[in-house]
C-alpha cells in the first residue's frame, strides 16, 4: 500500500514516498499496522494473475482503524487455458537457476545446460530442469526456445498467448546487452511468425544475475487459432537479434554479458465462442 497519486509503477516497486507491504496467509486476509495518516492506493500482485489488484481512495485517520471488507480481485480470462508455464507471480524463482540468483555470470551455464537449446514438452517437461529462468539472446544450436504440445481437435476460433515479463535487457548489434536498448522477441506459431513484442528494457537485473525486476509488464500475441494443428504443435520464441553462444573474451565472458527475457509465465488461452 502507497501513497496515492504516485503512480501504479511507483506504487508496484516502491520507490516513492510511503509504503507498506505484508502477505495474505491461506484465505487472502491480511493486516497492515503503524501506517501513517494519509490517503493511500492498495496493491495486490501474484496469486497466479498476470494482473494486479488496485483499490485507490483509502484513507487512514490518526489513531484510526480501517476495516475495508471484502476485497474482489477479478481474474483476466481470455478463455479456455491449454497450458501455462511457471506461476504468474512476478519472479522466475521456480525454473532452471531460478534459486541461484545473484551470481555474476549465469549465463556462461546455459551452453552446459542448454547444449540443445530449450525444448519444452507440455505435460512432459519439468519447469526446474527444462526451462531456463533466462532466454538469453545467445543461443546454443537455434535461435529459438521451442514448446511443444498436442491438441485433441482443431481450433478455429483466436488464441491468446500471454506473457508476464519479470526481466527485459536488450542488446546492442553485436549481441551485448545494452541496458538502454529494448529487447525484441519473436513469436512463431507452427513455423509461422504471429507477432513481435518489444520490451523496455528494465537495467542491468540480469547482467547481476537477478530472478526479478522492480518492473513488471504484460504482454499479450492474439493470433488465428487455425494455425494450430489437432496433434502436435510448437510455439517457437526467438530473440529478434540472436548471436551463438562463443566462449571466451570474445563473447563478454567478463564483460557486459548478453541481453534476455525472463518471462515470469506464459499461457495459451482459446476464445470462446
Partial sequence: MGHSGTGRDALVA?????????RTDGVGHFSLEQVRPGRYALIGVGADQFYEFERDGIVVGAGEQVTLGSLQWQRVVHGRRIWQIGTADRSTAEYANGEDFH???LWRRYPTDFPQDVNFVIGESDERTDWNFAHWNWY?????????????????TMAVLSFGIAVARGH?????GANGKSAELQVWVNDRQTGVISLESTGGDSYRSARQ????????VTFDAGLLNTGQNVISLRHSLGNQYAFGEAKGE?????GCI????IRLELVSR
Fill in 14 to 22: 516502491g520507490n516513492e514516498g510511503y509504503h507498506f507491504w505484508t
Fill in 103 to 105: 551470481h555474476w555470470g
Fill in 140 to 156: 546454443s544450436q537455434e535461435n529459438a526456445w521451442n514448446i511443444l504440445f498436442d491438441l485433441n481437435e482443431e481450433p478455429r
Fill in 172 to 176: 546492442n548489434r553485436k549481441g551485448f
Fill in 213 to 220: 525486476s522492480t518492473r513488471f509488464s504484460v504482454e499479450e
Fill in 254 to 258: 567478463s564483460g557486459s554479458g548478453p
Fill in 262 to 265: 525472463m518471462y515470469d509465465a
